[in-house]
Every structure is written in structure tokens, then in C-alpha cells.
């Protein structure tokens, strides 16, 4: 695709029910970021991928959260037994080496969580 | 690792005056450093970024100013019109070869420009 697509674009679950994000990068990018944005917050880092390296988590704020990505591709979000504190907009972002763009970041549209 | 300051958190300019907000980092190799416009309800996007073994860039109304001794940088935005409202994010990075580093991220700054 032409950008980074995120799925669903809005989620509304119950409290302790467990929800997965999807984040479609661009294709041919390795780097993968992903960001929880609270209303009117700034940018909370998450979890950070890198080719095949291993990733930093070192921002997943519970065990209750949980990433994965396969390869260069796709990646999940997981957050188990949601709580209302998840409630945020999720932001994937993805970057690769372009001799045109350089190495800029692109934002997918995020995922609207409100755990009700 | 890295810690990115952003200042200021606010900032109310009137139409057609400048606007500069300032940001300080850490991390000496860091060598990458994007700007980020976020409007309400959008998806952050670049709108200028320079990298180490540069001084200055500049894109016609905006410019970025890097300082490596001090570990500063600065945007500038000229001649500032309504549309610029908006919530604006540095941040610093570490590429070495092919591997992009971790994106840290300032905490923002909400420039509101009044007509």
C-alpha cells in the first residue's frame, strides 16, 4: 500500500476483554514503531522493531501488553485484560531507507481504544 | 538512553510573527533529527528533519537550526498563518548504516497562531 494502515480504526471493548491491533507497515521498511497517545498527551513509546533483531520493549508499560511482528511485514499489538487506563489512540509509525525520502517515519491513521 | 527536552509546552504567536521552539537531547551520536506537525485528530507527519553534519535547513517558511556541542536544536517557522496552529514534536534518532534507530520523542508543543 502507500501508506501504514492500521486496523481497526476504532475499538471499543469492555474491561478485562482482550484486544489485538494491527499495523500493515510500509512494504520494504524495517523499522516499526509503536506509540500510545492519551488525549492531548504526547507520543508514549511502546515498542520498537528492527529487522530481524530482537525488539526494544523496553516501553510496554505492563506484561499485560505484548508485540509481535513477522519479519518485515505485519505487526500485532496485543493488550490483555484491557483496563479504562488503556484507553488511547494507538500510533504504529514505520521507516526505511528511501533515496528520496531518507529515512523518514510515516504514522499510520492509529487505532482509537476506549475500554468502557 | 536518550532523553529529548522539548520547550516550550505552549506557545500563542500572533499571525505573521515568528515562532521557535527549542529542543535539547542527550545521547552525543544521536544524528537524526525530524520535526513533527500533528493537527487535531491527525496522524503526526514530518515536516522537515536534519541530520548531523548539517548546521542549518531550511524549507521556505521553516527552518532547523542543530547545535552538536551544546545537543540542541530548534525550529523556526516564519511568517506564521493560522494553519500552523498545531501540536509540534522533535525528536533525535541513531542511524548507523542500514539500522534506524529508536525515535525519541519531546512532549510536544501546541503553537496556536492568532489572525
Known amino acids: 500500500g502507500a501508506g501504514v494502515s492500521q486496523s481497526p480504526s476504532n475499538k471499543v471493548t469492555e474491561k478485562g476483554k482482550d484486544v489485538e491491533l494491527r499495523c500493515d507497515p510500509i512494504?520494504?521498511?524495517?523499522?516499526l514503531y509503536w506509540y500510545r497517545q492519551r488525549l492531548g498527551q504526547g507520543l508514549e513509546f511502546l515498542i520498537y522493531?528492527?529487522?530481524?533483531?530482537?525488539?526494544?520493549k523496553s516501553g510496554l508499560p505492563s506484561d499485560r501488553f505484548s508485540a509481535e511482528r513477522t519479519g518485515e511485514s505485519v505487526s500485532t499489538l496485543t493488550i490483555q485484560r484491557t483496563q479504562q487506563e488503556d484507553s488511547a489512540v494507538y500510533l504504529c509509525?514505520?521507516?526505511?531507507?528511501?533515496?528520496?525520502?531518507?529515512?523518514?517515519?510515516?504514522f499510520g491513521q492509529g487505532t482509537r481504544l476506549t475500554v468502557v | 538512553g536518550e532523553n529529548v527536552e522539548q520547550h516550550p509546552s505552549t506557545l500563542s504567536v500572533q499571525e505573521g510573527d515568528s515562532a521557535v521552539i527549542k529542543c535539547t537531547y542527550s545521547d552525543s551520536a544521536s544524528n537524526y533529527f525530524p520535526w513533527y506537525k500533528q493537527e487535531l485528530g491527525k496522524r503526526p507527519q514530518l515536516i522537515i528533519d536534519?541530520?548531523?553534519?548539517?548546521g542549518e535547513k531550511k524549507d521556505q517558511r521553516i527552518a532547523v537550526t542543530l547545535n552538536k556541542t551544546a545537543k540542541h536544536f530548534s525550529l523556526h517557522i516564519t511568517e506564521t498563518q493560522p494553519e500552523d496552529s498545531a501540536v509540534y514534536f522533535c525528536a533525535a534518532s541513531i542511524r548507523r548504516g542500514s539500522t534506524l534507530g529508536r525515535l525519541y520523542f519531546g512532549r510536544g508543543t501546541q503553537l496556536t497562531v492568532w489572525p
Open positions: 536534519i541530520r548531523s553534519n548539517v
Open positions: 512494504s520494504g521498511h524495517t523499522a
Open positions: 522493531f528492527q529487522g530481524n533483531s530482537a525488539p526494544d
Open positions: 509509525a514505520s521507516r526505511g531507507l528511501d533515496p528520496f525520502r531518507g529515512t523518514e517515519a510515516f
